[in-house]
């Protein structure tokens, strides 16, 4: 609709949809990546993966000495 479109007039009803539909995701991704509690679920998610990954390696080098 953008592309083909553009931005919709301040006077129609598509304005703020559009603006809604822009600005949520950015905002949402925002509080996600840097939230106000500094132990945010996405950050201990990722640090849960490294830490399998790192166990992950730490076993492959185990198994290869001999």
């Known amino acids: 609709m953008l592309i083909e479109h553009g931005m919709p007039r301040a006077s129609e009803n598509d304005f703020w949809f559009v603006i809604v539909v822009m600005v949520t995701p950015a905002i949402t991704l925002y509080y996600l990546f840097f939230g106000v ?15 399998e990954e790192k166990k992950k390696l730490q076993q492959l080098e185990d198994n290869e000495k001999p």
């Open 37 to 51: 509690n500094s132990e945010s679920w996405l950050q201990l998610y990722f640090r849960r993966k490294a830490a």
